[in-house]
C-alpha cells in the first residue's frame, strides 16, 4: 500500500515568510509525528498527533511553529516568520498507535531553505 | 537531560567483514531501543526493535544488543555488503509508551567492494 507522503519535497523560501508542510499518513494509522533534522544531525522532535489532538507540544522550537491534523489524517505544519536557522528536513512519520512498539513509517521529508 | 551518542565519525568497512556499530545513552533508562537506516534523501527506515529484558535481537545478518548496565546498545552487521552502505540511526522512547523518540545523530557506514 502507499507509504507516507510529504509535500512539498523542496521548499525555498525568503526570511520572514511563512511555509505550509503537508504529510499524508499511511491511511489508517492513529499517531502522526513531526521531526526536524539538520545537516549532520540526529532527529528532533517536534510534536505528536494521537488522533486530531496533540498531546505533547513541547519539541516545538517556537511559537512561531504550529501544527494541525483534520479527519485524523492529514497535517499540516506551519512556519510562521520563517528564519534562516529554520532551515532543514522536516520529516513526518505516522504509526498505527503512539506506542513504543509500535514502529514509525517515515515520509522522504521536505527540505526547506530559508534565504 | 536525555542524551544519546552515535560515533559521529563514518565506519569504513572491507565486504565481507562485520560491521559494528555503537549506540550509547545517558540520564535515562529506556524500555525500547530502536535502530533504524537513513538513506541520502529518504526518511529513515525501522530495523529492529529490543525491549530492555532482551540482551540480543536478531533479524537475518543483523543483530542487536542491549546492555541496561553499560547503558549501551551494540548494532552488528554480518558478511557486511556495498548496499549495508548507509546512516544508522538508534532511538530511544522519550517518555512512557507515547512513540515520542529521541534519535542519535547517527554513523555513516561505508562498505567497500
Known amino acids: 500500500g502507499a507509504g507516507v507522503s510529504q509535500s512539498p519535497s523542496n521548499k525555498v523560501t525568503e526570511k520572514g515568510k511563512d511555509v505550509e508542510l503537508r504529510c499524508d499518513p499511511i491511511s489508517g494509522h492513529t499517531a502522526l509525528y513531526w521531526y526536524r533534522q539538520s545537516l549532520g544531525q540526529g532527529l528532533e522532535f517536534l510534536i505528536y498527533?494521537?488522533?486530531?489532538?496533540?498531546?505533547?507540544k513541547s519539541g516545538l522550537p517556537s511559537d512561531r511553529f504550529s501544527a494541525e491534523r483534520t479527519g485524523g489524517s492529514v497535517s499540516t505544519l506551519t512556519i510562521q516568520r520563517t528564519q534562516q536557522e529554520d532551515s532543514a528536513v522536516y520529516l513526518c512519520?505516522?504509526?498505527?498507535?503512539?506506542?513504543?512498539?509500535?514502529?514509525?513509517?517515515f515520509g522522504p521529508g521536505t527540505r526547506l531553505t530559508v534565504l | 537531560s536525555q542524551k544519546i551518542e552515535q560515533n559521529s565519525e563514518a565506519l569504513n568497512i572491507q565486504e565481507g567483514k562485520t560491521a559494528t556499530l555503537t549506540c550509547n545513552y545517558t540520564n535515562y533508562s529506556p524500555a525500547y531501543l530502536q535502530w533504524y537506516r537513513q538513506d541520502p534523501g529518504r526518511g529513515p527506515v525501522f530495523l529492529l526493535l529490543i525491549r530492555e529484558n532482551e540482551k540480543e535481537k536478531r533479524k537475518e545478518r543483523l543483530k542487536v544488543t542491549f546492555d541496561t548496565t553499560l547503558k549501551q546498545s551494540l548494532f552488528h552487521i554480518t558478511a557486511s555488503q556495498p548496499a549495508d552502505s548507509a546512516t544508522y540511526l538508534c532511538a530511544l522512547e522519550r517518555s512512557s509508551n507515547t512513540g515520542k523518540l529521541i534519535f542519535g545523530q547517527g554513523t555513516t557506514l561505508q562498505v567497500k567492494p
Open positions: 498527533f494521537q488522533g486530531n489532538s496533540a498531546p505533547d
Open positions: 512519520a505516522s504509526s498505527p498507535q503512539a506506542a513504543a512498539t509500535d514502529t514509525q513509517y
